[in-house]
């Protein structure tokens, strides 16, 4: 079975103090992973596409990377205004028809 | 282009009453999907629509689950008989044909009492 897993669950920074998120996959034929940003009562927002391992791509105070196993949402110096729960999720190179995601990493940053 | 939306943002219905929920997309994707949200979880899928035809349904959806795409603009997803446990946040995505990324709406959250 499909797996998408993200850790930790949840996470507690201070303001200033940057971490990372870990997601990590096991598909049979990577066809996309993919970020996003969920805020309290609302749909996801899209953040990132990453297509092949060692792509990186940057938004602000975000950095992505991609490994052939995992996927890391970097955050660098984060504000309270970055706290919202953080969803991965992948396409399979043979069924385009969906995405998985994993159940998220809430993020609370205090300032 | 205003995004993907959903109407109504909020339901709450009886249990064993019908409901039904709206999803616009935007405008120039041909792909849609629907997904189910519960608390502490992600999206779960539901079904999918390349233009007006549905190609992939979840196992997970009884049969008091309908979703349709007339002419492929917008969709609806209808829940029959309703139960407690179809409590939760319905959520329509959209996408170009293709590897890209899914756009979300706000969702409808569902609460059935």
């Known amino acids: 079975e499909d797996q998408v897993t993200q850790s930790p669950e949840a996470l507690r920074l201070q303001e200033g103090e940057s971490s990372s998120l870990n997601c990590s996959y096991t598909v049979s034929g990577l066809r996309g992973l993919f970020w996003y940003r969920q805020d309290p009562g609302k749909g996801p927002e899209f953040l990132f596409t990453l297509y092949s391992a060692g792509e990186e791509k940057e938004k602000e105070r975000l950095k992505a990377t991609l490994t052939k196993k995992e996927s890391f949402l970097h955050i660098t110096a984060p504000k309270p205004e970055d706290s919202a729960t953080y969803l991965c999720?992948?396409?399979?190179?043979?069924?385009?028809?969906?995405?998985?995601f994993g159940s998220g990493t809430k993020l609370n940053v205090k300032p | 282009d205003t995004g993907v939306s959903q109407n109504p943002r909020h339901k709450i219905t009886k249990r064993g009453q019908n409901v039904t929920f709206r999803c616009d997309p935007i405008s120039e994707h041909n792909r849609l999907y629907w997904y189910r949200q519960t608390l502490g979880q992600g999206p779960e899928f539901l079904t999918y629509?390349?233009?007006?035809?549905?190609?992939?349904k979840s196992r997970l959806l009884s049969d008091r689950f309908s979703a349709e795409r007339p002419k492929g603009s917008f969709s609806t997803l209808e829940i029959q008989r309703t139960e407690q446990g179809d409590s939760a946040m319905y959520l329509c995505?959209?996408?170009?044909?293709?590897?890209?990324?899914?756009?979300f709406g706000q969702g409808t959250r569902l609460t059935v009492v």
């Open positions: 999720a992948v396409r399979r190179r043979d069924n385009f028809n969906k995405f998985y």
């Open positions: 995505a959209s996408s170009l044909v293709g590897d890209t990324e899914a756009f």
């Open positions: 629509f390349q233009n007006e035809a549905q190609l992939e």
